[in-house]
């Protein structure tokens, strides 16, 4: 495992603490997607089948397995959390999220690596994590105002992004046999929708003021 | 072991 890789994997985990910290510290949920956490929940549980039948490490397998309890617990809590889900902004997080989880199955179906039940459902994770931040980038947009911890939350997100691109090129030039097209598209695409984002993070971190999207 | 090393990322 090369530094990038590494490092894409801590920010991930930085933003589901920053995420946790957040409800947890401010029992409040405000500026949170409920839609795009239960897009994550799906695409771990659906990415992490091979957790019983393909043992990889021990990082690994650990990694899995605090992905999809903490996007189960975040989901579980956003739900039925009693201070948490009042906080929620519902009519804010209107995206229809069942039409990703839809069109991403379908095409999982049409492009795959092999017409397997796993590798079907490795393939829908992978395009359903492209485009599970929509709902959240949405609900930013609308909100207009961002708080700290959700802007730091979706900015460690587009990190570990940004930082699995460069260790498929590290990995592109060091692997002898290295090809993942359908990651490394997915991925570009995932990583491409957080720009706008980023540039307005950059922005508000270099006028130093508080976050703002436009309308 | 070259399935499982396939999906080796998260």
């Known amino acids: 495992m090369n530094a990038f890789r590494l490092a894409g994997d801590i920010t991930h985990l930085i933003s589901i603490l920053v995420l946790l910290l957040k409800i947890y510290a401010t029992k409040s949920c405000s500026g949170i997607s ?8 799906v695409v771990f549980l659906a990415r992490y089948l091979d957790l019983f039948t393909d043992f990889i490490s021990v990082y690994n397998s650990v990694m899995k397995v605090v992905f999809i309890l903490s996007s189960v617990a975040i989901v579980w809590c956003m739900r039925r959390h009693r201070a948490v ?5 519902k009519e804010l997080d209107t995206f229809r999220h069942y039409y990703l989880v839809g069109a991403c199955f379908v095409f999982a179906l049409l492009v795959h690596e092999k017409f397997t039940f796993q590798e079907v459902f490795w393939a829908f994770s992978i395009y359903l994590e492209a485009v599970a931040i929509i709902p959240q980038l949405v609900l930013l947009q609308r909100s207009g105002n961002v708080d700290n911890l959700t802007g730091q939350y979706v900015f460690f997100l587009g990190a570990y992004r940004a930082l699995y691109i460069l260790n498929w090129i590290y990995r592109y030039f060091t692997e002898a046999k290295f090809s993942r097209w359908i990651a490394c598209i997915s991925g570009l695409v995932q990583t491409a929708l957080y720009a706008d984002f980023f540039y307005y993070y950059f922005l508000s971190w270099k006028n130093n003021a508080k976050l703002n999207l436009p309308a | 072991a070259e399935e499982a090393a396939k999906h080796d990322e998260l």
């Open chain 1, 34 to 41: 409920l839609k795009t956490q239960e897009l994550y929940a």
């Open chain 1, 85 to 89: 889900k009042r906080s929620y902004d």
